[in-house]
């Protein structure tokens, strides 16, 4: 049942971003297309709710309760710069707004995107960690709560390989091409 909620929340997701940025430039409804890119967090709240309220009728705790903590990490860690991104470019496609602008590809201003990306991981983690952490806490019997502390170190190792590879660009910077 939770798998099949983080499936619906995801196409609602895009389903809402798509009905949203419809309305605000094809339609030039611009509350309507605003109140619908702010029905995004509810779906949210939609799947933290089913999924503590299955933990709490004694579901046991699976592989599908940490997914749903990670995908709410990452909504949070990911969601608002993936809407202001389409939004830039559905203006720009549809509104006539400049284009936006591409992140850099060289230096240390690929380094800075790379750590702020980095920032959004790290956000994501600390989120879906302490959502863990609380459904850890939540399942009295310590042995049920394994799979849970199973994402705890998947969540920690996407983080961390994520650090290093931002960290990459800042020891190994790309130079820009000769002429540039």
Known sequence: MIVGLIVACEVGFWVLLALGLTARYLLRWRRTGLALLLCEPLLELVLFAVTAFDLRNGAKPGWEHGLAALYLGFTVGYGHSTIRWLDGHAAHR?????RPPKPPRHGLARA??????WLRTLLASTVALALLQAAVRYVDTPSAADPLRSWQWTTLRIAGIHGLVALTYLLFPKKAPAGR
């Open 94 to 98: 549809l509104a006539g707004a400049p």
């Open 112 to 117: 800075r995107h790379e750590g702020r990306l």
